[in-house]
């Protein structure tokens, strides 16, 4: 099939990419120059594993080319997905003045019927306000379809490839067709392919990030009251996820969400809960958690100092999560602002996020290039995001580097026990 994709960030991207992998002839369209230009020399502008290598595989076959013009994109094309972003408005809503612009464009340039798909997470009545901005627009058929995506930054192109299932909104029986033709590849391991109306489909995004928000606050709140009685959140999470109906995922207590989705969904949900007059209590409940959580980690600093200023602590990981180099409402931020404030001075590391930190913070914090490197003369390490590499450090080095052997473990990746033997001051979050 001939496939655009408006909108070529960590979703489109990846969504382009996949669709060429499996034969189909996708043009990636964006707006930004500079990201076009530079994907046109083979050039990713984010940190995703294994994204180039399809990238280059499908540029090379000519089945993947990028382009800053529409009309021409959709025209040559039956299917464009809208993956363009759908920020926070000041009200707490999803702003989706790029989606209609999208469409109100797209319907200029139609020249015969296209199925257009709401890529983007928007909420519910999304879809019938984009059919009604392109009917305004043109004469010619069309099909509106709602396909949330659920794939995770740092495990993308796996997500895309092999979803757990598919999910499709559409009003007609036309537009639904050609998506699970579009899915038929991806899907031949037996992931369902859900079919159901357009609100549904819009909501079923929502309900999937908020629930897994729900389960990290939860946690996060089981760990508070460990520490009240000393028990121990490992211990009890252990126990609570063997339970079948529960399951491991998402019980890991730490310094807070961050990320694009789980913030800006959660509020985007309790927003257009509210516009129809309910109140969604439980994540009213789930976003104060998640905000009193990303400070934390501070306020054990400063208990253990009585004051923060004048001192220098390392920080390992600022991207909102590992393998990725996004810092969209990343815990990190929150803390290096908060340590700021407190006249501490910062050396942060990251594998893949420092020239994004750059851009946020410029020379208020100092960047190391190595991760030992940050802790040269610091007085304290927190740990903020769980690279594989911050897991086995080598804790002697660690220690000979450091002002101080003192160490806030904001993910719990370290034993207690064996940061003690090994001569650390150690503060983890429920234990
Ligand atoms: P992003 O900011 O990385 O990318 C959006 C891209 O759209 C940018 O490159 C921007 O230049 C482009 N764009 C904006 N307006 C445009 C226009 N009018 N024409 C052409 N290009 C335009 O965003 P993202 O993380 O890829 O998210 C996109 C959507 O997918 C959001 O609604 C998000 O909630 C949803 N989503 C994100 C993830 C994730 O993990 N990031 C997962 C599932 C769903």
Redesign the pocket.
Known sequence: MNIAV???????LVVGACFAENGNTVVC????AA?VRALQKGKIPIYEPGLEEIVKRNRQEGRLSFTTT?PRAVRASQVIFV????PEAEDGSADLQ?VL??ARDVARAMNGYKVIVD???VPVGTAEKVREAIRRETTHPFSVVSNP?????GAAVDDFLRPDRVVIGADDPRGAEVMRELYAPFTRTGAPVMVMDTSSAELCKYAANAMLATRISFMNEVALVCEQYGANVDEVRRAVASDKRIGPAFLFPGCGYGG??FPK?VKAILKFSKDKGYSFKILEAVEAVNAAQKHLMVGKMQRHFGSLKGKTIGLWGLAFKPRTDDMREAPAITIINALLEQGAKVQGYDPEATDVAKRIFGSRITYARKSYEALVGVDALVLVTEWNEFREPDFARMKKLMKAPVVFDGRNIYNPQQMKANGFTYFSIGR
């Open positions: 408006v909108g070529t960030g960590y979703v489109g369209v964006d707006k930004d990201k529409l993956a363009v972003g759908t790029h612009g999208v890529k983007s997470t995506e659920f794939l995770k930054q694009s989705c969904d």
